[in-house]
């Protein structure tokens, strides 16, 4: 192998048939005396050999002459092959190591014809990067090497898991969210199709000897309710404007009658609809509030009374804790209403110390956060000790400001060039890397870049666990071959 050619940070690397196995994602250090630069391969063309359209066209020919017999007593055809069939491995330029210490900014070239170029090892590269695992997870393996990531790296880092349906992204979100909760972290799942409820479970059906005791999950209207007696006005208000769609006006009549109300006492359900029906205001007003106060009274989810019960759940869960909010059963109205409320309610105990720091796992965030959430999770949400991790197969979803933002991304097998489009935009690594490996991962392959990485990217093949995953795509057809 030799360099041939370099243009920007893009390494062109001339080889023959046959000189190294190669794959998408590899290390090649080229090094020369004490100086070695860190390749990383993203794809492999044909080197464009002048004259070999003609060559090509004439071995056409010959093959279409069936008695053609070629006469080479000197075996030169067969060097003349190999050299026609050379190839040009693309790679682009991660690092320059000096005597070995890393310099991500220095510019030097090694020789093209002295270099040597060797493949390196996913942890050899790490290791030279410099990271360390204080708190590992295990999460694949790279290289036939297993692979860790350190929780530190995820804890105050706004994270993105994305790809295809069925490639695996939500296999290592839950993967991450147990590696978290069994080092001590507590995890809050938006679980939207009841796939993380039995993560306290083995595959065969017994309790995990760890998980089991860590995982709560609660049903809203079933087993998480809240008493609006213990609530703030600014949640109640909230999730009627953006949840409900309530104008000012209602809702500056509303907040009058809440601290009437509050002054006097406690309030109930029905002292709130009752003040609402007598308290002189306009009519379209009253009418506006009532039916939207109708409406939430009945979901079920709020009741007379106090507490949500999650301060228990988090004192009794002080060395670890996977909290999934199932939120399959409820409709996308009461989606949004639980998720508004358990984002105000984690924020206020979070900002006060009530509770420590949290991770955030959110599967189709899009589906049930408001616009105005993601710049606050970037922003605010980030800076009080909520960690977001946002798990979606629809990356032209999540506003550009997210991907700028991100920290972390766990990037899946896509196709789509509008779904490559919008996630190229992610600052921590050039399109092109994007681009050319993310349409030829494997079903449970993943490259991952960011901080969690060292800011090198990474393909991985995520494990498989013992855990009650669930996850997969029920089938007609092969349910009923199975019986």
């Known amino acids: 192998m030799k360099i041939l050619r370099?243009?920007?940070?893009?390494?062109?690397?001339?080889?023959?048939?046959?000189?190294?196995?190669?794959?998408?994602?590899?290390?090649?250090?080229?090094?020369?005396?004490?100086?070695?630069?860190?390749?990383?391969?993203?794809?492999?063309?044909?080197?464009?050999?002048?004259?070999?359209?003609?060559?090509l066209l004439r071995e056409i020919s010959i093959e279409s002459m069936d008695e053609t017999r070629l006469f080479d007593p000197f075996n030169i055809s067969s060097?003349?092959?190999?050299?026609?069939?050379?190839?040009?491995?693309?790679?682009?330029?991660?690092?320059?190591?000096?005597?070995?210490r890393l310099s991500m900014?220095?510019?030097?070239?090694?020789?093209?014809?002295?270099?040597?170029?060797?493949?390196?090892?996913?942890?050899?590269?790490?290791?030279?990067?410099?990271?360390?695992?204080?708190?590992?997870?295990?999460?694949?393996?790279?290289?036939?090497?297993?692979?860790?990531?350190?929780?530190?790296?995820?804890?105050?880092?706004?994270s993105i898991i994305t790809g295809k349906k069925e490639s695996g992204k939500s296999h290592l979100a839950k993967i991450l969210a147990t590696g978290l909760t069994t080092q001590g972290g507590r995890v809050i799942v938006f679980d939207l199709n009841g796939e993380y409820v039995n993560l306290g479970l083995l595959k065969s059906g017994k309790r995990h000897p760890v998980m089991s005791?860590?995982?709560?999950?609660?049903?809203?209207?079933?087993?998480?309710?809240?008493?609006?007696?213990?609530?703030?006005?600014?949640?109640?208000?909230?999730?009627?404007e953006h949840v409900y769609g309530t104008p000012i006006t209602s809702l500056r009549e509303f907040?009058?009658?809440?601290?009437t109300l509050t002054s006097r006492g406690t309030i109930s359900p029905h002292e709130l609809i009752n003040a609402v029906s007598r308290f002189p205001m306009n009519e379209a007003v009253r009418e506006a509030l009532l039916s939207r106060l109708s409406s939430l009274m009945n979901s079920g989810f709020f009741i007379d009374g106090k507490g949500d019960g999650l301060l228990e759940i988090f004192s009794e869960h002080d060395d670890g804790l996977l909290l999934v909010i199932n939120l399959s059963k409820v409709s996308p109205q009461i989606r949004r209403v639980v998720v508004e409320y358990l984002l105000s309610r984690l924020s206020s105990l979070l900002f006060s110390g009530t509770i420590q720091p949290i991770f955030l796992f959110a599967e189709e965030a899009h589906l049930y956060l408001r616009n105005t959430y993601w710049e606050?999770?970037?922003?605010?949400?980030?800076?009080?000790?909520?960690?977001?991790?946002?798990?979606?197969?629809?990356?032209?979803?999540?506003?550009?400001?997210?991907?700028?933002?991100?920290?972390?991304?766990?990037?899946?097998?896509?196709?789509?060039?509008?779904?490559?489009?919008?996630?190229?935009?992610?600052?921590?690594?050039?399109?092109?890397?994007?681009?050319?490996?993310?349409?030829?991962?494997?079903?449970?392959?993943?490259?991952?870049?960011?901080?969690?990485?060292?800011?090198?990217?990474?393909?991985?093949?995520?494990?498989?666990?013992?855990?009650?995953?669930?996850?997969?795509?029920?089938?007609?057809?092969?349910?009923?071959?199975?019986?």
């Open 376 to 483: 606050d999770i970037v922003t605010r949400m980030r800076h009080i000790g909520i960690s977001p991790v946002f798990i979606t197969n629809q990356p032209d979803t999540i506003p550009e400001l997210i991907y700028r933002q991100a920290d972390n991304i766990f990037l899946f097998n896509f196709t789509n060039e509008a779904d490559l489009e919008a996630i190229a935009k992610y600052s921590h690594v050039d399109s092109d890397t994007i681009k050319k490996i993310s349409p030829y991962l494997q079903k449970g392959q993943a490259i991952v870049i960011g901080k969690v990485v060292c800011g090198i990217p990474i393909v991985l093949n995520v494990k498989d666990v013992e855990l009650n995953m669930m996850g997969e795509t029920k089938l007609f057809f092969k349910a009923k071959q199975t019986n």
């Open 105 to 158: 900014g220095k510019v030097w070239m090694p020789s093209r014809f002295n270099a040597r170029l060797v493949k390196a090892s996913v942890n050899d590269v790490l290791k030279i990067l410099g990271g360390r695992t204080t708190i590992p997870i295990l999460i694949g393996d790279a290289g036939g090497e297993e692979f860790y990531i350190d929780a530190t790296e995820l804890e105050g880092k706004l």
């Open 6 to 55: 370099k243009h920007n940070n893009t390494v062109e690397i001339l080889t023959l048939p046959g000189d190294a196995e190669l794959e998408r994602g590899d290390f090649l250090l080229a090094s020369e005396g004490e100086k070695s630069l860190l390749l990383q391969v993203i794809d492999e063309e044909y080197a464009d050999i002048p004259g070999v359209l003609e060559d």
């Open 213 to 240: 005791d860590k995982i709560v999950v609660l049903e809203p209207t079933i087993n998480f309710r809240v008493g609006i007696s213990d609530m703030d006005l600014n949640v109640i208000l909230d999730i009627l």
């Open 79 to 100: 060097l003349t092959m190999v050299i026609r069939d050379s190839r040009i491995i693309l790679t682009k330029i991660r690092a320059v190591i000096d005597n070995g």
């Open 255 to 259: 907040a009058r009658i809440w601290n």
